[in-house]
């Protein structure tokens, strides 16, 4: 295996971020007060229409709160979004980790050790077949833990680059 491998199987096994904890559920939040900022704004925006009088700036502030309105609504929309692919990165990377430690778990009560490139050997010099085809299928589980984890962090990066940037003002 590469470098890269065993990096990635590094990557894999690494201990969820405590710094990341709850960070899905506080952009959930943000996108929440937004929305409701944008809610309470065309409330705002319903009520100022019956106490203004046509003329004296009613076109140019009802043309600026729309565009608030839709400001929010966006950012509510991105941040929703971010949230939705923070928490299936963490889920996908949970489910990939735990795939992982199970067959690591497995190799363990076989006899069988895990080198940091996540293959699984036998300390034998020369280990029966049955032996080296338990590790060759524990190795193949972690593997493909492994690129299920490489797919759920390309997959939240794709998802961070399809959020549109902010409107211009």
């Known amino acids: 295996m590469t470098t890269d491998d065993r990096a990635a199987y590094a990557r894999l096994l690494a201990a969820p971020?405590?710094?990341?904890?709850?960070?899905?559920?506080?952009?959930?939040?943000a996108a929440q007060a937004l929305g409701e900022a944008a809610d309470e704004l065309r409330r705002l925006h319903r009520l100022l229409a019956g106490h203004w009088r046509a003329g004296s700036g009613q076109q140019d502030t009802d043309?600026?709160?729309?565009r608030l309105v839709r400001q929010l609504d966006?950012?509510?929309?991105?941040?929703?979004?971010i949230a939705g692919a923070i928490t299936g990165r963490d889920d996908d990377l949970t489910r990939a980790r735990g795939l992982a430690l199970?067959?690591?778990?497995?190799?363990?009560?076989?006899?069988?050790?895990?080198?940091?490139?996540?293959?699984?050997?036998?300390?034998a010099v020369t280990p029966p077949m049955a032996v080296?085809?338990?590790?060759?299928?524990?190795?193949?589980?972690?593997a493909?833990?492994?690129?299920?984890?490489e797919?759920?962090?390309?997959?939240a990066s794709e998802a961070y680059a399809d959020i549109p940037p902010p409107h211009p003002r």
Request: no cysteine; net charge neutral.
């Open 17 to 29: 971020s405590t710094v990341d904890a709850g960070r899905a559920e506080r952009w959930m939040r």
């Open 63 to 66: 043309e600026m709160v729309r």
């Open 74 to 81: 966006e950012a509510h929309d991105a941040y929703t979004r």
């Open 102 to 123: 199970a067959a690591a778990a497995d190799a363990r009560l076989a006899g069988l050790v895990v080198n940091a490139e996540g293959e699984v050997a036998s300390e």
């Open 132 to 142: 080296r085809a338990v590790a060759s299928r524990l190795t193949a589980r972690i």
């Open 144 to 149: 493909e833990a492994t690129a299920q984890a």
């Open 151 to 155: 797919v759920a962090e390309r997959r």
